[in-house]
């Protein structure tokens, strides 16, 4: 997105500046010609170096078409010169409407996610067909129909499905899509917004369909706006829609679908309170989906980290108590007279209160039901294979050096493990999670693979 026009403060009308704002992958930000009046440095002796928040500034392009963008902060030195350009950091921007107040907020936003329309599995549009020169009708009806809707502790989810009617000088086409609208309690600023409902349900399907997600759509409706106007709503993300084309889903490819959500409403709630209490997690696991050319170590500690982080949010069980490792302090403190080696030992006593690896892998496995089974069947000593490669990475030293094949595809089994813990926490059983992977090509795969795994181990 580049657009060149003319900016100003909502409090300042008149003072309207050129300038061209962009937002791409590298940047969001609007560069002017010549910096606000209010902006500029009072005297020669200001610093030169300035910092000035706006909330909001306001734009037109050459067409009048309006821009909002929100969050703007200067962060180049301003010249003594009131005719040096201006160049400020933008974290959002809404087009279509200039929004009023110093903090605008908002109580609807629409969403529509790549895959969505896969993971839903609703049957596609009709292909019209003519079948010895006899011409087939369709009646179809454009616009939006509601699924689906699921309650949320300040807000309404809805599932909606889109048919989009176009047409150019020839032929109308019919476009189908899904999308997510939330309805909320209390309005909130963008911020809140994306990240307490957008960004969750963009990780729900990255993990539903085992495949990176991304928005191709965000719109919203500005609090205090009497008509039901939805505006877009852009701002840098990884998850922004890509160039290349969107490959299509197939059910066994996906880790579950609609379908297997059943028929509760509060479906969502449960999903809304996990990726709360295990965003880390889930940010661990779905970060190589994002970033697939990463090296096979950093994708390997990426999961360990995931299974770590895990295990301390649900089980959140330490060895000793606290009374336990304080009355062990003291007997040190007792037997230790030297000051340093007192902190040494106290500050790791105590910061060592963990299950050691082996310990913390079996608690996983046992909690992943069927997938841990099925992985120590295929390979028994599972359990140590992740512990060597881990300490392998993380110790350079180590003669653990199994090779990259071999960390690949105990890693892609560390990873089912911890996506089978996810969906217990979600709310599936055991037997529905082995129906799931049972029809899964990847898991069954990757199953397969790692049988044979070890002859590819090449230890140095």
């Known amino acids: 997105m580049k657009i060149r026009g003319q900016w100003w403060l909502p409090d300042s009308p008149d003072d309207k500046q050129s300038g061209t704002f962009t937002l791409d992958a590298e940047q969001c930000v609007l560069v002017l010609d010549h910096s606000f009046a209010r902006l500029s440095p009072e005297s020669p002796d200001e610093a030169a170096f300035k910092v000035v928040l706006e909330p909001v500034v306001h734009g037109t392009d050459a067409d009048g078409r309006e821009y909002s963008l929100l969050d703007c902060s200067t962060h180049r030195p301003i010249a003594t010169d009131d005719m040096a350009d201006s160049h400020n950091d933008v974290y959002a921007v809404v087009s279509g409407t200039h929004l009023a107040g110093e903090s605008p907020t908002f109580d609807k936003a629409t969403v529509t996610f790549t895959h969505l329309l896969d993971w839903t599995e609703w049957p596609g549009l009709p292909v019209a067909s003519n079948v010895d020169g006899a011409e087939t009708l369709f009646m179809l009806k454009a616009g939006t129909r509601h699924h689906k809707t699921y309650t949320l502790p300040n807000a309404v989810l809805h599932l909606e499905e889109n048919r989009h009617l176009d047409r150019d000088d020839n032929s109308f086409f019919v476009r189908q899509d899904a999308q997510f609208t939330v309805e909320l309690a209390e309005p909130a600023d ?19 369909t085992s495949t990176a997600s991304a928005f191709e759509d965000v719109r919203v409706h500005a609090a205090g706006d009497p008509d039901d106007v939805m505006v877009s709503l852009a701002f840098r993300s990884v ?21 297997d959500t059943g028929q509760s409403s509060g479906f969502f709630a449960t999903w809304f309170d996990v990726s709360e209490t295990h965003r880390h997690t889930i940010q661990q696991l779905l970060a190589t989906q994002y970033a697939p050319f990463e090296w096979t170590d950093n994708t390997f500690l990426a999961v360990t980290r995931a299974a770590d982080a895990f295990h301390r949010r649900k089980f959140k069980e330490q060895p000793y108590k606290q009374d336990q490792i304080n009355g062990i302090v003291e007997i040190i403190k007792e037997w230790v007279s030297d000051g340093e080696l007192q902190e040494y030992a106290t500050r790791v006593i105590k910061g060592g209160n963990y299950f050691p690896q082996h310990d913390q892998l079996s608690k996983l496995i046992e909690y992943s039901g069927p997938v841990g089974r099925d992985i120590l069947d295929a390979m028994p000593h599972f359990i140590k294979a992740v512990k060597d490669i881990r300490n392998g990475l993380a110790h350079p030293n180590s003669q653990s050096n199994p090779g990259a094949v071999y960390r690949h595809r105990v890693e892609q089994a560390f990873r089912w493990i911890v996506r089978a813990c996810l969906l217990k926490e979600i709310g599936f059983d055991e037997q529905k999670i082995q129906t799931l992977l049972d029809r899964n090509s990847s898991y069954v795969f990757d199953l397969g693979e790692l049988a044979d795994v070890e002859g590819l181990r090449i230890d140095s």
Do not use: G
Request: hydrophobic share 50%; no cysteine; glycine share 0%.
């Open 239 to 259: 998850h922004l829609l890509r160039k290349n084309p969107v490959r299509l889903l197939e059910q066994a490819q996906m880790l579950f679908t609609l379908s």
């Open 190 to 208: 963008w911020l809140s917004l994306t990240q307490s409902y957008v960004t969750p349900l963009n990780d729900f399907l990255s993990l539903a």
